[in-house]
């Protein structure tokens, strides 16, 4: 008898060999599907479910799943969401059409194109003085809609005992709020100029995201398997920042952030972070992370997922690598199924590794091959690898 989705992810996250590599989709908006792919994969699988969107936001253009349509995608993980406070949710519903669509934080995305949504309001965009920062009308955390559904399905999942459980509270955790603040150019120079203000930014969103944290991981008690955080560090060839910079600014409030974490959870901790992050990974691995996500094979040297895995591998569990750049999007069926056995042989030996997609499966995808891939896991994902 094979195992449980649960006990699968819970022996891959103990770096021992599960039955198969585990699959994760459809559970965040990190390793999620946008809607048209999804509508997609419903009509082939022959799936009637409604068409509804995580945290309830169109804008956003993420899928929230159905059941059916999980179980379809072999998905071994489910998801635990925060909500925005009710007024967010308010004030966009009875906004006029097209209008920029505003988050609790005051930051928003702006319609670029008929129903493209793109972040584009950014309302610290001038600030360089503490000043500014005290005087902004920052969130309420503590408000209690946020997390009021929280302890009910994670025990309910927890009590079924059927599927890993995953905490993905939203928090763009604190250098992707920060660039929603100010936007991305405007912060990095700030980091570089005026450093005193770019970490007072810091440490104001680090405390907001620890005090909405410790009321998620409150509520969900010790029903956790994981918990999601994540911040965007790479672009396609090196790293937004230099190491050295990163770590004298921002690996602080990382350190800080995941030592709150593991002081109130057993849950491992799920690190989402984009981009050729390669030299980082001894600082993640210093830190506490438990996941690495999404292991961009198409972004430098994280290409080298031999070199990752023998470097990194008894550290680390490695979640992603199906290239969403080219493969999933422009490959055949066939060349899916043929770079899932590839990476799996890689990533997947001796454990340690769930498949996912680079981040969320974009429109671009056809639902064919979101089909193959996880298929293709099925295929050649079980143990001994073939």
């Avoid at 349509?69 to 949710?89: A, C, Q």
């Avoid at 090196?238 to 959870?265: C, D």
């Avoid at 422009?330 to 590794?353: D, H």
Wanted: aromatic share 10%.
């Amino acid at each position: 008898m094979g195992m449980t989705s649960r006990e699968r992810v819970k022996t891959v996250l103990a770096h021992e060999v599960p039955d198969r590599v585990p699959i994760i989709m459809g559970v965040s908006n990190a390793t999620g599907i946008k809607m048209i792919p999804y509508q997609g994969v419903k009509k082939l699988a022959g799936i009637n479910a409604p068409d509804e969107y995580i945290y309830d936001w169109p804008e956003l253009g993420s899928a929230k799943v159905d059941e059916a349509t999980m179980l379809r995608l072999h998905s071994d993980v489910r998801g635990v969401l925060d909500r925005f406070p009710k007024e967010v949710y308010e004030r966009n519903r009875n906004r006029p059409p097209h209008t920029p669509c505003l988050d609790c934080w005051g930051t928003g995305q702006v319609e670029i194109e008929p129903g493209v949504w793109y972040p584009g309001v950014h309302p610290l965009a001038e600030a360089t003085t503490i000043d500014a920062i005290e005087r902004y009308p920052w969130p309420d955390m503590d408000d209690p809609y946020r997390v009021a559904h929280v302890k009910e399905q994670a025990s309910k999942l927890a009590q079924e005992d059927q599927f890993a459980i995953m905490g993905t509270p939203w928090l763009l955790f604190p250098f992707e709020r920060a660039f929603a603040m100010q936007g991305m150019d405007t912060f990095l120079l700030n980091m570089a100029m005026y450093p005193d203000f770019a970490k007072a930014l810091l440490r104001k969103i680090t405390d907001l995201c620890k005090t909405l944290m410790g009321h998620f991981l409150e509520a969900a008690g010790e029903n956790l398997d994981i918990i999601k955080i994540g911040d965007d560090l790479g672009t396609q060839e090196k790293l937004m920042i230099s190491p050295r910079m990163y770590r004298q600014i921002l690996k602080p409030f990382h350190a800080e952030f995941i030592e709150f974490i593991k002081a109130r959870t057993k849950a491992k901790v799920f690190f989402h972070t984009d981009g050729d992050v390669f030299d980082l990974i001894e600082d993640f691995v210093e830190m506490g992370v438990d996941i690495l996500n999404p292991i961009q094979t198409s972004a430098g040297k994280m290409s080298d997922l031999q070199g990752l895995k023998e470097r990194y591998g008894k550290n680390i569990v490695f979640c992603g690598a199906i290239d969403t750049q080219r493969i999933l999007p422009s490959g055949t069926p066939q060349e899916v199924r043929q770079e899932v056995k590839r990476v799996i042989n890689i990533l997947g030996e001796g454990g340690g590794y769930m498949v996912a997609s680079v981040h969320t499966v974009m429109n671009e995808v056809p639902p064919q091959n979101i089909l193959a891939m996880v298929d293709a896991v099925e295929e050649f994902g079980y143990y001994p690898l073939k």
